[in-house]
């Protein structure tokens, strides 16, 4: 540790600290732009100018090293002097447009100005001007004139978001922040720019000329879009979401959040929102009265029960649904006869059910990942799917975590990885037995029964070396390996790796409450998410799940649903397939309208309030179905509030849920046969897609990742199918048809076609994985 006196504040840091790291240390404040805590340091604004004692001239503390028993002035004369002198250069060539500039009130610039600037500028010369530049519908480049070129937005892509999407052109007075030939920027982390920015370089494309900062109202949530449960700050004027922020949590989400967090929220003013129930009487909808569809639905659930026993109602429930809504939605069904609920639409094999020890989760803390010696991802599209978990495991590869991948497609994750395989979906089960058969071979222990026949790649030998060295290490489950037809024997396969490795074994988990799912009770050992729909009840309870783009094998889903007697769907948007099988829409609360409880990943338990008043007469969930259970005479639905209800499934709320094991008892390995070679679907759920905020959000289905799917295959499968890159071709699966574009994905493994799922051109085809047929169109 070295000794430091800061303006008379004595402390010691360790080795290696800067000069600002000893100050945020000791709390003292010196100015800075450039300076981020989470970026390299680039030391290219210089307003953090400082005098050390002894030392010639002021020094930037962002990038002087301490040495013991420095001292250093952050207000002397001559730190003082410089720091002006430095805030006068910057104010030099900026725009005086701060009446109309969107980052008014919340400008580093603008506040560091009144402490360290001039009252009058010297400078009466012409102003430099910097083009606009369009870089896609998330961020505004509107006004470059006003940049510092402070490069905190270059190094965070460099750094954060794993790809260099902006840099820094010419030199001296023409330098300027672009993209690389007029590209735009596509990161899903990318939105983190705007926040970066200390000016009003860059703003919200989306949010811009809407609100003042300070006629806005900050209120704390928490994000219903992935396992992580990244903490936000809702910005809200006059009962209306305007914006919405990360809110730091180091051990969460650190101070970053996805695109699909941060824009999502446009669909809360969706033209698609419902604000009042409707039901469909004569073929027509009306909208009535909450006591009219109450009854009406209370009735038609009541008849079939009665008429055809409780088995033939089912309840399924979107992983966005808080962990109030699944226990009284599980409640309710209960009260009805059913043990028919399940909250896992995109899954198919629930073997695993009757032999879990515990509830599925990450099997560590989020904060641990970047300490990991060595990770497996196991069957995962992960930047997709979990961006704020590949940022982690991408800053751990950089710290020497050996990150390995295996999975049914060689997509780039922007992660430096030391193994990477890539197989059909039907031998993703297959491959991980051969890291299996290696790690126990590598480790002088007999081959686990089952395995003996199992072919073992090199590069399978090289993941399992790479997790038989060092302490921590772990293997993750990702979506792709939750929703295979072979899911429980990966988990087997993966829970034995674990075992002969000393791997910590968990699963990413697929929405922002998967792990609050098993915990609520919902599942009752009934009908699972896909028995419900292969075997037709006479009636379904839908809760925040569009069936027809959520579901594992929406074809079936949606025949079911059309020969049901009757369905209720509980959403706060109606959408074109909900009128048509639907018989009652009861407007629900987003996350934004209602409180409730999510449990990450991790194990977190995070609650959080509404932030407005519910739209129209939208009713919170947990509302709605406590008031149903009194409508249909059920005992225990006297709840006051949300928290009532949390505290009977948790008990006494503590920060970790208890009862989170991922082993399985006594569940044999027992590896696929070998499938004949024909051509198998990869369907991935694009990022933009995959829930029913992020599908009416209009600005993100402006975006890259939103484009409508193509057929991507590799060159060797287009030439043995005669066809090219740019041309149409007819996608044929269970009956269902699609024409798609190909495209040329090198990434795609031999003989199979990536087809994107939860998308209205993908809808009428069949399963996510497995056999598929393609013909010019």
Not at 49 to 65: D, M, R, Y
Not at 88 to 100: A, W
Not at 214 to 227: A, G, N, T, Y
Not at 740 to 748: F, I, K, N, S
Request: aromatic share 6%; proline share 5%.
């Amino acid at each position: 540790m070295l000794d430091i006196e800061i303006d008379g504040k004595k402390g010691q840091v360790p080795a290696g600290s800067t000069v600002m790291d000893a100050a945020q240390q000791l709390g003292v404040y010196i100015p800075h732009f450039c300076y981020h805590k989470k970026l390299s340091i680039a030391a290219s604004c210089r307003m953090c100018l400082v005098e050390v004692e002894k030392a010639p001239k002021p020094l930037p503390a962002c990038a002087t090293p301490v040495t013991n028993g420095m001292k250093v002035f952050t207000h002397s004369d001559l730190a003082v002097k410089a720091q002006k002198g430095v805030m006068e250069f910057l104010l030099i060539n900026h725009p005086l447009d701060c009446p109309i500039c969107d980052q008014g009130g919340e400008c580093q610039l603008q506040d560091m100005s009144v402490g360290y600037g001039p009252m009058k500028s010297r400078y009466t010369e012409e102003k430099r001007v910097v083009f606009h530049k369009d870089v896609g519908p998330l961020i505004s480049m509107e006004e470059m004139s006003r940049c510092i070129h402070c490069t905190r937005c270059v190094r965070f892509g460099q750094e954060i978001a794993g790809v260099m999407e902006l840099g820094m052109a010419n030199r001296n007075m023409h330098a300027e922040i672009m993209t690389f030939v007029g590209r735009s920027v596509d990161s899903e982390l990318s939105g983190n720019m705007i926040d970066l920015c200390p000016v009003g370089a860059l703003t919200s494309k989306p949010f811009r000329y809407t609100a003042r900062s300070w006629e806005l109202q900050r209120r704390k949530s928490v994000s219903p879009h992935d396992s992580v449960g990244a903490n936000l700050v809702v910005q809200v004027k006059h009962d209306t979401v305007m914006r919405v922020l990360p809110r730091e949590n180091e051990a969460v989400n650190e101070c970053w959040i996805s695109d699909k967090e941060r824009f999502a929220y446009q669909a809360l003013n969706s033209e698609q929102r419902l604000d009042k129930p409707m039901v469909k009487q004569g073929g027509e909808w009306k909208e009535v009265s909450w006591n009219v569809a109450l009854d009406y639905v209370a009735h038609a659930l009541k008849d079939i029960a009665r008429e055809h026993g409780g088995d033939a109602l089912a309840a399924l429930a979107a992983q966005s649904s808080t962990l109030e809504e699944f226990y009284l939605l599980g409640k309710v069904m209960q009260g009805l006869g059913s043990k028919n609920a399940d909250f896992r639409p995109r899954q198919s094999d629930f073997s695993a059910d009757a032999q879990r020890a515990g509830a599925p989760w990450l099997g560590m803390r989020l904060a641990e990942i970047e300490q990991l010696d060595a990770a497996l991802v196991v069957g995962s599209f992960l930047r997709k799917d979990h961006p704020l978990i590949a940022q982690r495991l991408r800053q751990a590869a950089k710290k020497n975590t050996q990150v390995s991948m295996l999975s049914v497609t060689a997509d780039d994750q922007l992660i430096a990885l030391a193994n990477q395989v890539s197989v059909a979906p039907a031998q993703l089960a297959a491959a991980l037995a051969g890291v299996v058969r290696a790690a126990a071979e590598a480790k002088g222990e007999a081959v686990p029964a089952g395995l003996e026949n199992v072919a073992v790649c090199d590069n399978c030998r090289k993941i399992a070396a790479s997790l038989l060295q060092g302490e921590k290490k772990a293997v993750f489950l990702g979506n792709v390996a939750t929703q295979s037809p072979d899911a429980m024997q990966i988990q087997r396969l993966a829970l034995e790796l674990g075992r002969i490795t000393g791997a910590t074994v968990g699963f990413l988990g697929e929405g922002a409450n998967t792990v609050g799912g098993y915990l609520s009770g919902l599942l009752q050992g009934g009908a699972n998410a896909r028995s419900m729909f292969e075997t037709p009840r006479k009636g379904y309870v839908l809760l925040g799940v569009e069936p027809e783009l959520d579901c594992a094998n929406p074809q079936v889903a949606q025949a079911a649903l059309d020969k049901a007697a009757f369905v209720v769907s509980l959403s706060p948007f109606k959408s074109d397939a909900a009128l048509q099988y639907a018989d009652a829409i009861l407007p629900v609360s987003p996350y934004t309208e209602t409180a409730g409880t999510f449990i990450n990943t991790e194990g977190r338990v995070q609650s959080f309030n509404g932030v407005v008043k519910p739209r129209g007469e939208t009713r919170p969930a947990w509302k709605l179905l406590r008031v149903l259970g009194n409508v249909l005479n059920l005992p225990g639905f006297e709840y006051q509030s949300s928290e009532e209800v949390r505290n009977e499934v948790l008990g006494a709320t503590a920060e970790f849920a208890n009862g989170l094991d991922n082993a399985l008892n006594a569940a044999a390995i027992a590896v696929p046969a070998e499938v004949k070679q024909g051509l198998q679907r990869i369907a991935d759920v694009p990022i933009h897609f995959a829930d029913a905020m992020a599908r009416r959000a209009p600005a993100l289905q402006k975006t890259a990742d939103a484009r409508a799917p193509q057929l991507r295959a590799n060159v060797a499968t287009l030439q043995a199918l005669g066809l090219q890159a740019g041309e149409s071709a007819k996608v044929r699966q269970g009956g269902g048809c699609a024409v798609l574009t190909v495209a040329l994905d090198a990434a795609v493994p031999d003989n199979c076609l990536r087809v994107a799922a939860a998308h209205p051109t993908t809808a009428s085809l069949g399963a996510m994985f497995g056999d598929i047929s393609v013909e010019r169109a």
